[in-house]
């Protein structure tokens, strides 16, 4: 009976003992991290999903050599790539099977805004976090639980340029007086030169005229012919990569002289595939980026001088967003393996560890235009900042922040 | 206020027939294949995104400039039409509508995916031409770029023509137009009538993909762009002259521009698509079509 007594009592005191005073934490038991990739990779956006795959698989190969996620016991990321085809549907569908086949813990993707709010519709329902790689304004405005957005949403990019083109103005003791907005007619486009116009708005400068073309146009010689009739002082265009082209070559061919041609929106017109097949008419051309790959921080520069090696260009836009939107991720991952090891991948814990983060050291910060990584609710990064560069001697610079500049804009254009 | 409407007004003008002279070029191919061997080729378009690809890696491989491509793109792509012919058209020509459209619209895709394979999704064009200048005449502008390619279509048009009204093969493929089964009872060799049909119809698509690179740039899915718009010259101009043809692209430049410059961008397609419906309301067979 006495032994029965301090059997018993040894059990029940050992099993509390090891629940109220465990020694060391558990470590969960997590094998691997499935991250979905939702990306245009054939079709018409192609250019863009291409580069953010590239970037995707550089990136986990780092992070799983570098041992994985180390409050998850090393458990490495697992990419799973899947083909929007460039339409709202195939993103859907790319989603319905990340989520229900591949069974992944959170996606990126999908680079253009409409695309991704079809995304959401399917992993909103299954709690499935999203990290948003498109930058329309309205995809954290719509009361979505489980989306984040690290990138500067497009009406900054419009504001930035603004910024940017007054402070030229400025230096040069000059006003802006007679602004010209021209972009493509798709949302992205229509958000971006609505940033603009706000941002031109608030400080009392009126546009001379406002000029709206389809995507797929195959002759910028009568917008460019608008252009000269309105006599502008500064063009603020909003192309979407092969128009920017287009754009550049008539802007030369056709002779039009104006001080100044800022884009915004960080497709097109600096980043060196554009440079390339623009040829002589892409120099003194700016555009806005959501990434700054002259960042002189350490990591940055070797991440650059790693995709350099591997695919031989430069990281512009879609790999930078995708650079530190997986840092980032590996962060709130570490996070929630301290924080919420019975369910450290659940859609819940992972956002709640995304909104907990503070980043202002390691590789998510270094590849971050501004430093800083912190979370608004509506999951837009409270510290998103736009950079410029200009194509001076053939290459992009970076012209914007100006105390961060490598050389300055050459203003007014020859 | 007016003068400077007049001014953008007979500018765009200009531009507007200087578009439609390379759409004509580019329509010409598709509606000789059309008229000829009444093969319905949805990758028309297609072999224009093709041949403005092959453009650019001659002009930065070789010749640094797309002014000279022609000189390898033209017989690149009579081989090319050649060998499709062989391949594919030859065993469609007799085939339904249907199975001609299902065809090549494998064609078509298989194109675009071996573009995107190939060249990835970046626009890609001739860094440097020596034509990308303008001249001015007063106030009006001049692009050179712009200017040669009409040139070149307009003459190459002019010797088409020729071709078709002074040569005996030229006789035979316009008269194949009208009645093909004629045209063999009378001897002609249709097989090889076809043959050259499909060379010279993809000889063209050659040089036009080397015009418009000119001033263009190129992705995977161009071939959409100029796919559409060549068929609803066809259309527009019916199945007739190679004149038809001309003065159906000026149109559609015209238009193009105009809508573009004088009034809204966007509104370019409602403009193009719905003088398009309206001529072939008027006119069902198209302007100068004869059957």
Do not use: C
């Not at chain 1, 041609?261 to 017109?269: K, M, P, Q």
């Not at chain 2, 491989?61 to 030859?90: R, S, W």
């Amino acid at each position: 009976m006495v032994v029965a007594v301090v059997v018993i009592a040894a059990v029940v005191g050992i099993s509390v003992f090891t629940r109220v005073l465990p020694l060391s934490q558990p470590t969960p038991q997590v094998s691997e991290i499935r991250v979905g990739l939702v990306e245009p990779l054939s079709g018409t956006y192609a250019v863009f999903g291409n580069e953010a795959r590239m970037a995707a698989e550089l990136v986990i190969e780092e992070i799983n050599s570098k041992g994985g996620i180390a409050s998850l016991g090393g458990a490495k990321l697992k990419l799973f790539v899947e083909d929007s085809k460039s339409t709202a549907d195939g993103a859907r569908l790319a989603a319905e099977k990340l989520v229900n086949v591949d069974k992944v813990h959170v996606i990126i993707g999908a680079f253009i805004s409409s695309h991704t709010l079809t995304m959401l519709d399917v992993t909103e329902p299954k709690k499935v976090v999203v990290m948003a790689d498109a930058l329309v304004d309205y995809l954290t405005a719509r009361g979505f639980k489980y989306i984040v957005r690290l990138p500067p949403k497009a009406s900054v990019h419009g504001a930035t340029a603004v910024d940017f083109a007054v402070g030229v103005f400025q230096q040069n003791g000059m006003k802006i007086q007679r602004p010209v907005i021209v972009h493509f007619d798709g949302l992205f486009g229509e958000v971006t030169a609505d940033g603009v116009y706000t941002r031109l708005r608030d400080l009392g400068i009126r546009p001379v005229d406002r000029i709206k073309y389809p995507t797929d146009i195959t002759d910028m010689a009568p917008i460019i012919e608008r252009i000269r009739q309105a006599n502008p002082d500064v063009v603020f265009v909003v192309p979407y990569y092969a128009d920017s082209v287009l754009f550049a070559k008539a802007v030369a061919s056709l002779g039009l002289k104006v001080p100044l041609i800022v884009g915004a929106g960080g497709t097109g017109l600096a980043d060196p595939d554009s440079i390339k097949a623009s040829g002589e008419a892409a120099e003194y051309m700016i555009n806005t980026y959501s990434y700054d790959p002259f960042l002189p921080t350490n990591y940055n520069k070797q991440l650059v001088q790693a995709f350099q090696n591997r695919y031989g260009k430069l990281p512009t836009e879609a790999a930078g967003i995708v650079f530190y939107t997986l840092w980032t991720l590996k962060e709130a991952l570490e996070v929630s393996g301290k924080n919420y090891p019975d369910d450290p991948l659940s859609g819940d814990n992972l956002m709640k560890a995304l909104m907990s983060l503070d980043i202002t050291s390691g590789p998510a910060a270094e590849t971050y235009p501004s430093g800083h990584i912190k979370l608004a609710p509506n999951g837009d990064n409270l510290y998103a900042q736009a950079v410029a560069l200009q194509v001076q001697g053939g290459k992009p610079v970076l012209v914007y922040p100006f105390d961060k500049a490598q050389a300055k804009p050459v203003f007014p254009r020859p | 206020m007016g003068a400077d409407f007049g001014v953008q007004l007979l500018q765009t003008i200009l531009f507007g027939v200087m578009l439609g002279g390379v759409y004509a070029l580019a329509a010409m191919g598709l509606a000789l294949l059309f008229g000829v061997a009444n093969l319905v080729n949805f990758a028309h378009g297609e072999y224009i995104m093709l041949a403005m690809y092959m453009a650019f890696v001659f002009s930065v491989t070789i010749f640094q400039d797309p002014v000279l491509t022609p000189l390898f793109n033209i017989p690149l792509f009579f081989a090319i039409g050649v060998i499709t012919y062989l391949g594919i058209f030859k065993r469609l020509i007799k085939a339904p509508p249907l199975s001609q459209i299902a065809a090549t619209v494998g064609v078509l895709v298989l194109l675009r995916n071996l573009a995107l394979a190939i060249w990835a999704a970046e626009p890609k064009a001739p860094p440097y031409t020596v034509f990308a200048t303008s001249f001015s005449i007063g106030p009006i502008i001049v692009p050179l770029d712009k200017l040669l390619a009409m040139a070149v279509s307009f003459v190459t048009l002019f010797l088409l023509n020729l071709f078709l009204e002074r040569t005996r093969l030229g006789v035979a493929m316009r008269a194949s137009a009208d009645d093909v089964e004629a045209v063999s009872l009378m001897g002609v060799d249709t097989n090889r009538l076809f043959l050259l049909t499909t060379g010279i119809s993809l000889a063209l698509v050659g040089l036009s993909g080397s015009l418009i690179m000119t001033y263009q740039a190129v992705t995977p899915t161009s071939g959409l762009l100029f796919g559409l718009l060549t068929w609803a010259i066809v259309a527009l101009a019916g199945l007739g002259t190679v004149k038809g043809i001309l003065i159906a692209s000026i149109i559609f430049g015209l238009a193009d521009s105009l809508a573009s410059g004088l009034w809204d961008p966007r509104g370019r397609e409602i403009v193009l698509y719905g003088l398009f419906i309206l001529i072939l309301w008027v006119r069902p067979k198209g302007l100068f079509g004869r059957r």
